[in-house]
Each structure stands twice: as C-alpha cells, then as structure tokens.
C-alpha cells in the first residue's frame, strides 16, 4: 500500500498567540508538529506494519505531505524519525496566508500525482481549529471519506473500515481504496522517536516543490480578516479560603449572580 | 430582500436550539430559508418540529442517501441547493458534521468559508474568538456564497413561534458522494446530562480529582450541567476523552464554567476562557486558574463539592 500522512508544522499549543496583519504571528514562536497529526503518522505507521512493514522494498510506504515555509522541514523530520519512509514539502512565497481552500487545493493535486491508496490527517491543527482540510482533500479527489476515525481496519485487498466518533454519536463506515482518512486523539499511543529513528530520519529524503512544481496556480484567500483584536484579560474576581464553609460561599455566590 | 440557508440541525428527530440561533442570525441578513435534509418518508415529521425561529420558508429534500452516505451527500444536496437558489449566505452549526458539511460544500460551489464564528452581522462579517478566546477577530468571505459555521450556544436565539411556508424539493446526489457507506450509527450515550458545548453551566474536574469524578458529577447534576475534563484527567484515563475541555479538546462558552482541582495551563484556558462566569475550586492558592476567576474558593474539592451540592439541593426544595 501507499499511505500519505499530511503534518502540519503549528505553534506550540502551550505558546501565547498573536495576529499580525490579519495573519498568525508564526516567527516568533516555537512552531511543533501538529499534536493532533502524531496520532496519523502513528495510525499510518501501524497499518503499514500490521501488512508486512514499510522497511525498503517493503510492502508498504509511508510518506509525509506537508505544506508551510521551510522551517516546517523540522516538524516533517519528526515525523520521518518516527519511521515514515519520506516527505514532500511544498514550499512557497505565495502559499503565505493560504485558507484552508487554497491549503486542500495544493494537497489535493499532490495526494492526487502521488497514486496513494490511503491518506492519514489529524481532525484538526491546534492552531486554526477548522477541522475542514480533509473532508475538502475527499471532495477535491472523488476519494471516499473516512473522518473522525477513533479505530480504522484495513483489507489491503482494497478497502476500509472506520469507526467515526463525535458528538452525534458513533457510526461505522467503509469505503473503497483510494480513501482519505482523519484521525481523533487517542485512537493510539504515538511513539516517541527512537534514536536510531531520529539518526535514520536525518538521511531520509524531503523533497520541496514549489507552486510550479505541484502544478497549481495560486489562489488567494476567499476569506480576508477585517480587524483582530486582544480581548481584555479576565480580571480576578473574589477568592475565598475553605475553613469549613467554602461550599456555601460558592452557592451564595451562584445566587447572588442569579445562576441558581 | 435576499434569501439566506441555514442547514437545520436536529438531535434524533428533533430541530436543536441551535436552528434557531442560526435562523436568528440569518434574519439579521434576509428571509431565512431552513434547509431540511431527511431520510425518505421523514421529511414531513422533520420539518413540523422546526418551529421556533425568524424562518420563513422551509425546503425539504428527502434522500435514502443523507443516512447511508453521510457527510458527503448532505453536502452535495446542499451545495446543489446553493446553486439552484443563490442564497446570499449559508449558516450551519459548528460540530464536527456541521464543519465537515461546510467544507465540501465550500469546495463544491466554490466559496469562501469561516467556521466557528460566534456572531454574524447584517453585512455577512463574521465575528471569530481565536487562539482560545484571547483574540476576537472580524472576517469577511471574498469569493462565492460566504459558508459560515455558527458554534452552538453563541447567539442568543429568538425561540418565537413560527409557521414557515413549506417547500419540497429533490435534488440529486452524485456518485463520488456516494463512495462511503454506513452500516450502522448509534446515537451518543447521553447520561443524562447536556452536551458539552452546548450546555449552559460546564463542571470539570483535573488532577486535583484523582480519578474520583464522584464528586463533580454530583454537583454538575445538582446545577444540570455537562461535565467537562482537563488534558491531565483524560490522559490519565480518568475520564473519557470525548469531555476534554481545552485546545486540543472542545470549547466551551458556558453561562458558568466550574473548574475544579484544574491548575489552569493555557492549554485548557483555551478552551473555556471566553465562559460568562468562572468559578475556581482549588487546594493549590497559586494555581493559575485563579487569575480568570470571577469567585475562587481555596480548598479541597472533596470537601468544598459535597457542602455545595446539598446547599444546592437545599434551596431547590
């Protein structure tokens, strides 16, 4: 089988985050894998190996999609340590600000020249929290969808079934290869990268294509920010210490707020 | 005046409060048109309970396909609805379904999309709260029919009775929609208790519970609220992951976000800072949950709990 994961590289999600020019500060914080896409390189890297392995020659590869400036070559090397096989990094100056649009368009057309069966995301990157790029990926391909996946099982004889969890409940769905898979948190327990997997990703290969190279035109964003502004920081408000009565001052105070 | 969709959300086979929140934003911008999308034969069941709201037309498309197919076929019914009737804007809930709707139809009828937005203007410009509400932001599609997903619970809606004039229409669904099947869906395990995001009072607990929810679920049923969870209880297994409140989590906005033996890391703040009114119960007086509460009370959850939900129990009877 050939399984693509796409990674994106995000801002630490424990780091404070600012707008500039209507766009997401990203120099001047540390930017990470995606937290959410460690569970896709992982659930790509245990199909690959439940059907005889992605070592060379092997049955199976496993490559890395990503999209983002140069620097993101650092969360796309996390995930080649990890074990996946190579990466495609697509890289340029008119990609900056890409919507989510633009961002599937590109991927699209990659996953598309790439002749993958299978293709692995996270549900969402923790820092535009959309949860749209992999449904937009299925619909831009005419490829099955197969999202929210807390449990996936693949017959390499060409299909998949997935079971979808969200807040509308639990279903369980099957598509034919080529599909296009998203992953929820938890499904598995990401390893961490060995050393030798880290010493092996260093020769891995990452190839960059520019706009010209994927063979997209460039396409603007179809949503523009008007203005951005930092909310007021919450002021603290009253604090109580517990010397036996504790639950009753918080009661008096859902009354007094009129929330009981 | 213009026309405007909103996808109406059901629960079961009922129309949500969150239709009309929709509807009440839609009607800022023209004559709300509620979209009924129903499994064969439903349709007329479906549409009568669609009735609190500014709506003022209903079109009704019945398809086996919507339960077998899912997402991808909901979507293209819509997307062709948008191009047969060029409705001036599109509104739909914020849930996983809801987003996942507004992206294919995004790509299919080529237009702009913003999700999560917390309340829309007459002029279409969506009002955003990013980076975990630290940042209220303002936007506006450029290209299309602007595909807004409205997050439950944000907009005060207008419950007043309705009768809105009813439409059916077929519609046809292609074939790269049909490529996914379903087998079998089963409803969520309620409990009970309210839906997280959209519930008006949220109680969660951290690693100040030590795995024992008792406590918190107890004074969440005393207050009828949902019980939410930070990172640390969920990773620990304390409780299911489908309750995380924080980034990489849900996101709440509650009337009163109740936070119990959670220290506070950005990492949870983001997903419950923008609450009206922040409680904090907490052993640790420097827990920087503090710092974004309305009323903390320094003390152990385990006794601080209990007191509170008899005098909760107390003042009801």
């Known amino acids: 089988m050939k399984i693509a994961v796409c990674v994106k590289q995000v801002p630490d999600s424990w780091a404070e985050k600012k707008m500039v020019n209507g766009l997401l500060d990203r120099e001047n914080v540390d930017a990470v894998l995606n937290d959410l896409d460690e569970y896709a390189v992982e659930e790509a890297l245990r199909i690959a190996e439940a059907h005889g392995g992605n070592e060379e020659g092997g049955a199976n590869t496993v490559t890395v999609i990503s999209m983002g400036p140069e620097r993101a070559t650092e969360a796309v090397r996390k995930a080649l340590s990890m074990g996946a096989n190579d990466a495609i990094l697509i890289t340029d100056a008119a990609l900056v600000g890409a919507d989510a649009l633009a961002t599937s368009s590109v991927l699209a057309k990659v996953i598309g020249d790439g002749g993958y069966d299978l293709v692995i995301c996270g549900t969402e990157s923790t820092d535009a929290r959309m949860s749209v790029v992999p449904a937009m990926i299925s619909a831009r391909l005419g490829w099955g969808q197969l999202t929210f996946a807390s449990k996936v099982t693949v017959d390499p004889a060409g299909k998949v079934s997935i079971t979808r969890v969200t807040e509308a409940g639990v279903d369980e769905i099957s598509a034919a290869f080529p599909v296009v898979i998203s992953v929820v948190e938890k499904i598995n327990e990401p390893r961490y990268p060995s050393f030798k997997g880290i010493m092996a990703a260093k020769k891995k290969i990452i190839e960059q294509r520019d706009l010209a190279a994927v063979g997209v035109t460039p396409q603007s964003a179809w949503s523009q920010v008007n203005d951005a502004t930092p909310r007021p920081a919450r002021a603290a408000g009253v604090k109580v210490t517990d010397e036996g009565s504790g639950g009753e001052a918080l009661v008096n105070f859902l009354a007094e707020k009129k929330l009981i | ?317």
Not at chain 2, 53 to 69: C, R, T
Not at chain 2, 203 to 208: D, L
């Open chain 2, 1 to 317: 005046m213009s026309n405007v969709f909103v996808l109406a959300d059901f629960s079961g086979e009922k129309a949500t409060k969150t239709t009309a929140e929709l509807a009440t934003a839609g009607a800022r911008i023209g004559a709300v048109t509620a979209v009924v999308l129903a499994e064969s034969g439903k349709g007329a069941a479906l549409a009568a309970t669609v009735n609190q709201g500014p709506i003022a037309n209903l079109l009704v498309v019945e398809s086996a396909d919507f339960a077998k197919h899912g997402v991808p076929a909901v979507a293209d019914a819509l997307a062709n609805l948008i191009k047969s009737k060029s409705p001036a804007a599109v509104l739909i809930a914020s849930h996983a379904f809801g987003k996942e709707v507004a992206a294919r139809v995004a790509v299919l009828t080529e237009s702009g999309i913003i999700t999560d937005a917390v309340d829309v203007s007459a002029d279409v410009t969506a009002t955003q709260l990013v980076f975990g509400g630290s940042t209220t932001v303002h936007s506006k599609v450029s290209h299309g029919t602007p595909i807004i997903t409205v997050r439950p619970n944000s907009i005060e809606a207008d419950l007043s009775a309705c009768s809105p004039a009813i439409e059916s229409a077929s519609v046809e669904i292609g074939d790269a929609a049909r490529l996914s099947a379903i087998s079998s869906s089963k409803p969520p395990v309620k409990g009970g208790r309210p839906e997280l995001t959209e519930a008006n009072i949220v109680v969660s607990g951290g690693r100040g519970t030590n795995g024992d929810f008792a406590a918190v679920e107890s004074f969440a049923d005393s207050l009828g609220a949902a019980v939410g969870a930070s990172r640390a209880a969920t990773d620990a297994g304390w409780y299911p992951h489908s309750h995380q409140v924080g980034q990489t989590g849900k996101t709440v906005s509650p009337q009163l976000y109740v936070a119990c033996g959670i220290s506070g890391a950005i990492q949870h703040r983001a997903g419950m800072q923008t609450s009206k009114s922040i409680i904090v119960v907490n052993k640790d007086p420097e827990a920087p949950i503090f710092d974004i509460a309305d009323f903390g009370v320094i003390g152990d959850l385990f006794n601080v709990l209990p007191q509170a939900t008899a005098g909760i129990s107390a003042k009801k009877s």
